[in-house]
């Protein structure tokens, strides 16, 4: 069975903070004004992605897995998470402002919910006139202090907001309180796990008139109290060639700004290689067959390929691994 670029179809999210830039900016074929999230790359329970083109259109990614682990995967990969794919690849769309949250690591993760942690980053690809993020206290708070404001709702007075446009990048390591903010459509990348604490909702009810659960009482020990500004990441955007953005243990993402070919030996990789379109159009291919990408879409290039192969006369690419 020969592995050769993979598309997927996206799992299609509504949100109570969705609208339609899925649709209207990204082409994706969602039927509801209220879609949040398009969910490109999964093992999620519940949530697997299904391969969309060529000869095992309709495999699950899952499957794939199981029956080629280290050829997808890479041998490394594989003997740290095993079957587990170990990212999860997002685009978001937040019509309003998502609720403000938090993410356990991975110790707390594992001993409360048996799941990875979930570090995560942003690409924005769309945004608002004066649309915004929180990501962090804008000073060192105690939990006593943080407490008191969930008590007399003040908490929106603790927290940092940040202006965002096109092509801003955001590193959310755990712990770190965050929410994105109305008018944002962004590319995220992350572990693999679908864990959130809530802890502010804007006092909104969903569609059935309750009010979404809060997790304030498992956040307080999951909480970064301190001020830190490590999560702008300033990243070169040199033409045609591979730009550094983000290494941590859990992935490393590059950002590609292409307006010709680029070819790369990817023999010493020993990982899977995901590319997220966040502008233009481009083929990718390898020894085994090739695939089309244009801005919304995602592909996933299997471990034992030796070279990638990038065509293109314009396309603006996140190259995800691990």
């Known amino acids: 069975m020969s592995l050769y670029p993979f598309k997927f179809q996206p799992i299609l999210k509504e949100r109570l903070w969705g609208g339609t830039k899925l649709k209207d900016v990204l082409g994706k074929p969602i039927e509801s004004d209220i879609t949040g999230e398009s969910w490109e790359l999964s093992t999620v329970k519940d949530d697997v992605s299904v391969i969309a083109n060529g000869e095992l259109a309709g495999t699950s990614l899952q499957e794939l897995i199981n029956e080629q682990p280290e050829n997808l995967l890479g041998k490394s990969v594989y003997e740290r998470f095993g079957t587990d794919f170990p990212i999860l690849i997002k685009f978001i769309d937040a019509k309003k402002d998502l609720s403000i949250q938090l993410h356990p690591n991975d110790e707390l993760a594992k001993e409360r919910h048996d799941s990875f942690g979930k570090t995560e980053m942003w690409y924005v690809m769309d945004a608002d006139d004066d649309a915004e993020l929180i990501v962090g206290f804008n000073k060192d708070v105690t939990k006593d202090e943080y407490a008191k404001s969930l008590e007399n709702d003040s908490l929106l007075e603790l927290l940092n907001y940040e202006k965002v446009t096109e092509g801003n990048t955001f590193f959310i390591n755990t712990g770190k309180i965050h929410a994105i903010g109305a008018g944002v459509l962004l590319a995220e990348i992350q572990q693999t ?74 023999a010493s990789r020993d990982s899977f290689t995901i590319y997220m379109c966040v502008g233009g159009a481009a083929t990718i291919s390898d020894e085994n067959g090739s695939a089309d990408i244009q801005k919304g879409e995602t592909i996933l290039v299997a471990a034992a390929s030796q070279r990638i192969q990038i065509k293109t006369k314009g396309a603006k690419l996140l190259e995800v691994t691990i």
């Open 193 to 266: 796990s679908d864990i959130t604490y809530r802890v502010f909702d804007f006092n909104r009810r969903d569609k059935n008139g309750n009010l979404r659960e809060l997790h304030t009482e498992m956040a307080l020990d999951a909480i970064d109290y301190t001020k830190k500004d490590d999560f702008k990441v300033n990243y070169p955007n040199a033409k045609n060639t591979v730009n550094d953005m983000v290494d941590c243990p859990y992935f490393t993402t590059n950002y590609l700004d292409l307006d010709n070919d680029l070819s790369q030996d990817v």
